[in-house]
C-alpha cells in the first residue's frame, strides 16, 4: 500500500501540504504563453523552474516544450536579474528568433523585487528588441495562488499589453478558453464558430500542444493566436471568460480598458454548463440555435437516459482545479450521482461557496475544501468510501490502495494520453466524460460480478 | 528545412571531433541567459540524490512548485518503507515569504515527525528560503532536540550553482548521517555502493553481483536506501562510486575522515561492469577467492546475454546513436555498450561534464561525432538531422523531439522502466534498442520515408 500512512483521523494542518492538488503560477503562464503563435515563453528565475515546468508540460503532452531562463546565479540574486533578462532577450531574439517572448516571474525574482515591467522598457530601450518583435509580462509569484493563477496572469497580460482600440469594430468576439486542453480549445472555437460568431480565441495551444508528427522540429509549431489578432481585441464586440479563476481577469481588464463588454461564463463542462454557453453565445449572435448542435445535446441527453441506471446513486470523489470542478460537479449532479468529497489546492473562498450552493438542496453531506490537498481527499475517503474517483494522474495512488474505479481528468495526466485530442468541454465533451465514467463504473460490475451474475448484455 | 544557427558564445560548447577548429571544450559555466537549456537546478539535484533514501521524511521548504514537481518523478524501488513517494511542502504563502517560514517549518516538521515516526529528515532549502533568510539549521538543530531522530538541513537553495552544486549538498546531509556512526570499525570484504539509485530495480542486480562475489555490501547509497544503513557506512573499507560525480563528493569526504580509498565504476555494458567487478576484486587480493568467484560470476552472466546481443547487432549494425546525458561518465559507457551491439555514435553530448570528461570524450569517438556541453534543443535536432541519426539516448524533454524528427528514442534517466544496469540490463538496453530503432512506424515518417536506409521491420 503506497499511501498506507494515511490514516482516518482528520486533524487540521496550518503549516503543511501534503501530496498537493496544485502547483505553482509559473508553469500555468507557461502553458498560457505557448498558446501565441511564435511565442517562447521565458522564465525569470532559477533554471530549475523551468526545467521542471517543461518536463512537467512534456509529460502531460507528449510533445515537445520550449522556454527559456534567465538562469539565475548567486549574483543575480543579491544584485536583481536585470543584467540576466536583458542578455537573455538579446539572445533569445538572436538565436531562437520568435515573434514575442512572454516573460513571467518566479518566487526568487519576486521575492528580490526585480521590475520586469522597468527591466523590458530598458531592453527596449537599449535596442535588444528587434523591430517588429515584442516582449510581454506577467507577475506570478509562487508562493500567491495556484497554475491557475499563473494562467489567469499571463493571459490577462497577452491581451492587455497588445491591445488596441482603433474605433472599428472588427466584428468579433474575444473568447478565452480558460485553463482547458488544446483539443478544448478546438472544441470551443467550433461551438462558437457554428453559432455564427467570428472568434479571438487565446490563448490557443491547439497544433501547438497536439501537432503531428513530420520528421521535421520546428520550435514554434504552427498553432497559436496570432499578434494581430491579440492586438484587435479591443477592437471586438465582446469578450467571453470561460471558467472564471483562469479566464476573468483577462476580459474584465478589456472591459475595463477598452470598453470591450465581458461576460464570465462557468467552463462548459457537462449539459447546464453548456447550455449557458451556448445561450450566451445565441443571444450575442443573435441567431437561434442551429439544428446540428440541438442535435448534439439530444444525443448527450440520450446517452445519459440510456445508462442512468448506471450513474444513479454513485458517490463520487474529486480533486482538480475550481473552474473544472464547479461545472463537473453540477454535471454529476445531473445524471443523479453524488459527488460527496471535492478538493482544490488552488485556494479562493468563492469555490467552496459555489459548491456549497449548488448542493445544499440535496440530501447528503458534502465534503468541499478549497485550498486542500489529496491527503485530506484520501482522508475523507478512507471515512467514507465512494464508488468512483475523479482526478489528475496524482489520485492513482488512491485509487489502487483503496480500489476504487477511476478517471483521470485534470491536470497533469502523466500516464494516459487522449486529454490533447478529445475535449470535455461542449456536449461532445460530455459524451467523452460519460463514456469514461462508465467503463469504469460497468469495468468495476464486471470484474466484481460473481459468475452466474456476469452479464453479456448491460 | 534552412540550416539551424547555434548562438555566437556557444560556440565554444560544440565541436565536430576531426573537424577545423581545435578541440578546446568551455565546459562547466553557467547556461547562458536566454539558453533554452536542458539543465535543472540545485534543488533538483539534491532531491534526486536523496529522494531514495526510503523511511527518511522528504519535507521542502518553500512554495508548493518545488514539492509538486518531484513528487515521485523518480522510479527509484524501494523493497520495504515508500515514505519517500509521499510528498511533504511547507506550501509558503505571501505573509511566510514577508513574515518568514520558520514556525511553519517547525510546526510541519513536528507534526510530521510525530505522524509517520521517520528515521531521519531532510529539509531541502528552495530558492525563497536563501532569499527571506530562514535560519533553517537552527530549526533542524531544535527539532531534532526535541524529536531525537537525525533532523538534517539540506542547503540546495536552486539559484547557488548548478544541478552538480545540489549533488554536493546532498553528500554533505548524507555525511551528517554518516558522521553519526561511533567508532567505526571496518568490516572484512566490505564496501558501500555509492551513487546508484534502484532506478528499475538496478540496485538490486549490483548487489546480487557482489553477493555472488562474496562481499559484504554495508550499505548502497541510496538506492532503496535506509538511514541506518547509511549511517553505518563508514565501516565499509572500500567506496565504489557510480553516476558522473553525484556522489564522489561523499566519497572525499569518507576518505579522509575514514581513511577509506574509493574507486570510481560504472555498471553500465559488458565491459565497464566486468571492468567495476574486478577492480573491486583486485582491491581484495588478499582474499584470492573473491577474484576466483568474479571470474566464475562474469563468465556466467556474459554467456547468458551475448546471444541475444548477437540477434540484435544483425538488425542494429551501422545505425547511428545521437546521446544527451545529464553527467558525461554515463557517455562514455553508453559509447561502449552501442559499439558492442554495432552501432555508430554521431553526437555526444552531457549538461555537467568537465574538460577531462569531454577530452576522453573526444578520444572515444569517430571522426566527424558532434560533441556538445549544455546543448538547447535547436542543435540536437540539428544535429540528429545532418548526422541523419536513428536513435536518441536521452531524458524527458528530449523524447518529444526525437519522436518529431521519427527515429527511435531510449530513456536513460529517470524514467527508465526497465533495469539497464549490469549484465542483464545490458540485455535489455539493446532489446529496448533494438524495438525502438526498428518500429516499423517510422517507415511512415514523411522525412524518412523518401530516403530510409533502415531495415526497418515494417517492411
Known sequence: MLLRHTNTEIKERSSLTVNPAKTCQPIGAMYAALGIHGCLPHSHGSQGCCAYHRSTLTRHYREPVMAATSSFTEGSSVFGGQANLVQAIDNIFTTYDPDLIAVHTTCLSETIGDDVNQIVSKAVNDGKVPEGKHVIHASTPSYVGSHITGFANMTKSMAIQFAQKTGKS????????????????????????????????????????????????????????????????????????????????????????????????????????????????????????????????????????????????????????????????????????????????????AFEKRIKEMTSHLDYEVNVKGPGDMFTLHQWIKNDPVDLLMANTYGKYIARDDDIPYVRYGFPILDRIGHSYFPSVGYQGGLRLIEKILDAIMDRLDRDAPEEKFELVM | ??????????????????????????????????????????????????????????????????????????????????????????????????????????????????????KAAFIYCTCIVGIIGDDVDAVCREVEAATGIPVIPVHSEGFKGTKKDGYKAACDALFNLVRRYPNPEPKPLSINILGEFNIGGETWIIKRYYEAMGINVVSVITGDGRVEEVTRAATATLNVVQCSGSVTHLAKMMEEEYGIPYIRVSYFGIEDTSDALYRVAEFFKDAPEVMEKTRELILNEVKAVIPGLETVKKDLAGKRAALYVGGAFKAFSLIKALKTIGMDVVLAGSQTGTSEDYAILRDMCADGTVILDDANPLELAKYVMEKNADLFIGGVKERPIAYKLGIGFCDHNHERKIPLAGFEGMANFAREVHETVTSPIWDLVPRRANKNTGKGNGK
Open chain 1, 170 to 349: 472588427n466584428g468579433k468576439f474575444n473568447i478565452v478558453p480558460g485553463f482547458v486542453e488544446p483539443s478544448d480549445m478546438v472544441e470551443i472555437r467550433r461551438l462558437t464558430t457554428e453559432l455564427g460568431l467570428k472568434p479571438i480565441l487565446f490563448p490557443d495551444t491547439s497544433g501547438v500542444l497536439n501537432g503531428p508528427l513530420t520528421g521535421k522540429y520546428s520550435m514554434f509549431p504552427k498553432g497559436g493566436v496570432t499578434i494581430d489578432e491579440l492586438k484587435s481585441t479591443g477592437d471586438s464586440i465582446g469578450s467571453i471568460g470561460l471558467g472564471p479563476l483562469a479566464s476573468a481577469d483577462a476580459v474584465r481588464a478589456l472591459d475595463t480598458q477598452f470598453k470591450v463588454p465581458c461576460q464570465v461564463l462557468d467552463l462548459p463542462i457537462g449539459m447546464l454548463a453548456t447550455d449557458r454557453f451556448i445561450d450566451t453565445l445565441r443571444t450575442a449572435a443573435g441567431v437561434s440555435v442551429p439544428d446540428t448542435i440541438t442535435k448534439e445535446r439530444g444525443m448527450l441527453l440520450d446517452v445519459i437516459s440510456d445508462m442512468h441506471q448506471y450513474l444513479y446513486g454513485k458517490k463520487v470523489a474529486l480533486a482538480g482545479d475550481p473552474d473544472h470542478l464547479i461545472p463537473l460537479t453540477e454535471f454529476l449532479i445531473t445524471m443523479g450521482m453524488k459527488p460527496v468529497h471535492i478538493v482544490t489546492g488552488t485556494p479562493g473562498k
Open chain 2, 1 to 118: 528545412m534552412k540550416s539551424i544557427s547555434v548562438l555566437k558564445d556557444r560556440k565554444k560548447q560544440i565541436f565536430e571531433k576531426g573537424g577545423s577548429e581545435p578541440f578546446d571544450m568551455s565546459c562547466e559555466k553557467k547556461s547562458l541567459a536566454g539558453a533554452v537549456s536542458q539543465r535543472a537546478c540545485v534543488f533538483c539535484g539534491s532531491r534526486v540524490v536523496l529522494y531514495p533514501i526510503a523511511d527518511a521524511l522528504h519535507l521542502i521548504h518553500g512554495p508548493i512548485g518545488c514539492a509538486s514537481y518531484t513528487w515521485d518523478i523518480r522510479g527509484a524501488l524501494s523493497s520495504g518503507p515508500e515514505l519517500h513517494r509521499m510528498s511533504f511542502s511547507t506550501d509558503l504563502s505571501e505573509t511566510d515569504v514577508i513574515y518568514g517560514g520558520e514556525k511553519k517549518l517547525k510546526m510541519a516538521l513536528t507534526e510530521l515527525i510525530d505522524q509517520y515516526s521517520p
